[in-house]
């Protein structure tokens, strides 16, 4: 099984086909940080990509997503073992009150597989959860809500992370299906993320 | 805050197709020529900007300055940025349907109180085949079984409660069947079924606004005049 063949089939989100390759590739000798940063990140970048373009929707881009974790799950092991930087620490939660959370496991996916080191918080996440992210090495902040009624947690999280003195070391992304580009600006988030794809996208410029 | 225009103006009622049997029943009550009364596909609010184009079309398409009532919520976003042009529009000022199939916004809010993690149902919803059985269907047809199984799962597995919301108990009775079918394919996530009755207090507060003379649209209803811009952050509510 070649790299090229892996990242083909994570772009067509095929699991069990990643799984045998990345399992080939590894029998094979080829090292753990080649078969993800030419397989698994690249693939997850053209799936971003296509998503943006509009060639692929929601489903499409979830199956890849599946595909690269199962193929990152047998890397880690040996990537643990190597020195392979991550891409940066970002923390990331549906805010308290909300229990959505698709929109939420397609982010932490997308940034896992553009390298990110991803603490997912789960859903109904309260503002200290958040500061505590921080205070943990949380370079990057994600917050979700999928009601205008939940939305106001968003807000209360801001104002939790400077009441602890945290916000300047952190940068807050949000996004979510009532939110918008203004409501970021209004609550002092750094940015608005319109999709796991865009938010990837941003979190990268955020912390370049 | 503005206020109704004076009656005399034209009314065009644009909406989605799940509230075609309750506003048409509320019609007949109304006085004088009726409303030019247009539905949209359920499914529109999936890509919200599609919605958005359509709604926009069609109120630009209308001729005569009128009073153009939304049968929507703000749906996504699907309904922000939608530009009145030289008419009056009038919307309920909830996210979607669910307030509105309820009766009121406090109504809502009492639900989610109750049991965050809900999964909605209506008959509207029912006959347009968006509910997670259908759509567990749909997705196998299209991804294959193990696939559609996974999809499912992601989006489902926090719910806890299947509310089939009806307008009364005859219609209750009649998609009883259909909504425990739903019900049957969800207890794999421990989803509960449960049946709650609506109210049409919320349209029929809508209706009476439009037949007001220069009312205000109070705190439930957006009122956005010629020119004017219907925007995301006037949905957003402080309670």
Same mark, same amino acid.
């Given at each position: 099984?070649?790299?090229?063949?892996?990242?083909?089939?994570?772009?067509?989100?095929?699991?069990?086909?990643?799984?045998?390759?990345?399992?080939?590739?590894?029998?094979?000798?080829?090292?753990?940080?080649?078969?993800?940063?030419?397989?698994?990140?690249?693939?997850?970048?053209?799936? /971003?990509? !296509?998503?943006?373009? &509009?060639?692929?929707? @929601?489903?499409? *881009? #979830?199956?890849? %997503?599946?595909?690269?974790?199962?193929?990152?799950?047998?890397?880690?092991?040996?990537?643990?073992?190597?020195?392979?930087?991550?891409?940066?620490?970002?923390?990331?939660?549906?805010?308290? /009150?909300? !229990?959505?959370?698709? &929109?939420?496991?397609? @982010?932490?996916? *997308? #940034?896992?597989? %553009?390298?990110?080191?991803?603490?997912?918080?789960?859903?109904?996440?309260?503002?200290?959860?958040?500061?505590?992210?921080?205070?943990?090495?949380?370079?990057?902040?994600?917050?979700?809500?999928?009601?205008?009624?939940?939305?106001?947690?968003?807000?209360?999280?801001?104002?939790?992370?400077? %009441?602890?003195?945290?916000?300047?070391?952190?940068?807050?992304?949000?996004?979510?299906?009532?939110?918008?580009?203004?409501?970021?600006?209004?609550?002092?988030?750094?940015?608005?993320?319109?999709?796991?794809?865009?938010?990837?996208?941003?979190?990268?410029?955020?912390?370049? | 805050?503005?206020?109704?225009?004076?009656?005399?103006?034209?009314?065009?009622?644009?909406?989605?197709?799940?509230?075609?049997?309750?506003?048409?029943?509320?019609?007949?009550?109304?006085?004088?020529?009726?409303?030019?009364?247009?539905?949209?596909?359920?499914?529109?609010?999936?890509?919200?900007?599609?919605?958005?184009?359509?709604?926009?079309?069609?109120?630009?398409?209308?001729?005569?300055?009128?009073?153009?009532?939304?049968?929507?919520?703000?749906?996504?976003?699907?309904?922000?940025?939608?530009?009145?042009?030289?008419?009056?529009?009038?919307?309920?000022?909830?996210?979607?349907?669910?307030?509105?199939?309820?009766?009121?916004?406090?109504?809502?809010?009492?639900?989610?109180?109750?049991?965050?993690?809900?999964?909605?149902?209506?008959?509207?919803?029912?006959?347009?085949?968006?509910?997670?059985?259908?759509?567990?269907?749909?997705?196998?047809?299209?991804?294959?079984?193990?696939?559609?199984?996974?999809?499912?799962?992601?989006?489902?597995?926090?719910?806890?409660?299947?509310?089939?919301?009806?307008?009364?108990?005859?219609?209750?009775?009649?998609?009883?069947?259909?909504?425990?079918?739903?019900?049957?394919?969800?207890?794999?996530?421990?989803?509960?079924?449960?049946?709650?009755?609506?109210?049409?207090?919320?349209?029929?507060?809508?209706?009476?606004?439009?037949?007001?003379?220069?009312?205000?649209?109070?705190?439930?209803?957006?009122?956005?005049?010629?020119?004017?811009?219907?925007?995301?952050?006037?949905?957003?509510?402080?309670?």
């Amino acid at each position: 099984m070649t790299l090229e063949q892996i990242f083909q089939n994570v772009v067509e989100g095929e699991m069990a086909a990643v799984e045998a390759g990345v399992r080939s590739a590894l029998e094979q000798g080829i090292p753990a940080d080649r078969i993800l940063n030419e397989a698994l990140i690249q693939a997850m970048a053209k799936v /971003g990509r !296509l998503f943006e373009e &509009g060639e692929i929707f @929601v489903p499409e *881009m #979830l199956f890849a %997503a599946r595909a690269m974790q199962t193929g990152l799950k047998l890397l880690k092991p040996a990537l643990a073992a190597t020195d392979v930087q991550s891409a940066g620490k970002v923390a990331i939660g549906t805010v308290q /009150g909300d !229990l959505h959370d698709i &929109g939420k496991n397609l @982010v932490v996916m *997308m #940034l896992e597989g %553009a390298g990110f080191e991803v603490e997912d918080l789960g859903t109904d996440v309260p503002p200290e959860k958040f500061v505590q992210a921080v205070q943990n090495g949380a370079q990057v902040i994600g917050m979700s809500a999928l009601l205008t009624t939940t939305m106001a947690s968003m807000l209360k999280t801001m104002e939790a992370l400077r %009441a602890a003195g945290v916000r300047e070391h952190v940068k807050v992304v949000i996004g979510g299906a009532p939110v918008t580009d203004a409501y970021a600006r209004k609550i002092g988030a750094d940015a608005y993320a319109a999709d796991a794809s865009v938010a990837t996208r941003i979190v990268r410029q955020l912390i370049a | 805050m503005n206020a109704l225009p004076p009656p005399g103006r034209p009314v065009v009622i644009l909406a989605c197709r799940v509230f075609q049997h309750w506003l048409e029943n509320l019609l007949q009550a109304w006085a004088g020529a009726p409303p030019a009364l247009t539905f949209f596909d359920y499914g529109l609010h999936a890509v919200p900007k599609n919605l958005r184009q359509t709604i926009q079309a069609a109120i630009d398409s209308v001729d005569q300055p009128s009073l153009i009532v939304l049968g929507y919520g703000l749906c996504g976003n699907g309904l922000s940025d939608i530009r009145a042009g030289q008419h009056f529009l009038l919307i309920p000022r909830t996210d979607d349907c669910i307030a509105i199939l309820l009766g009121s916004y406090q109504a809502y809010r009492r639900e989610m109180d109750r049991e965050p993690g809900t999964y909605y149902l209506s008959k509207g919803w029912l006959e347009a085949g968006t509910n997670p059985l259908r759509e567990s269907q749909k997705l196998a047809e299209k991804y294959g079984a193990e696939k559609a199984a996974w999809l499912m799962e992601v989006q489902y597995h926090k719910y806890r409660r299947l509310a089939m919301v009806a307008r009364d108990g005859d219609e209750l009775e009649r998609y009883r069947s259909q909504a425990e079918a739903v019900a049957a394919y969800c207890a794999r996530w421990d989803m509960r079924y449960e049946e709650l009755l609506g109210s049409d207090g919320y349209l029929l507060r809508l209706i009476e606004l439009v037949q007001s003379d220069g009312a205000q649209p109070g705190e439930d209803f957006l009122l956005i005049p010629p020119g004017g811009l219907l925007e995301q952050a006037l949905f957003v509510r402080t309670d």
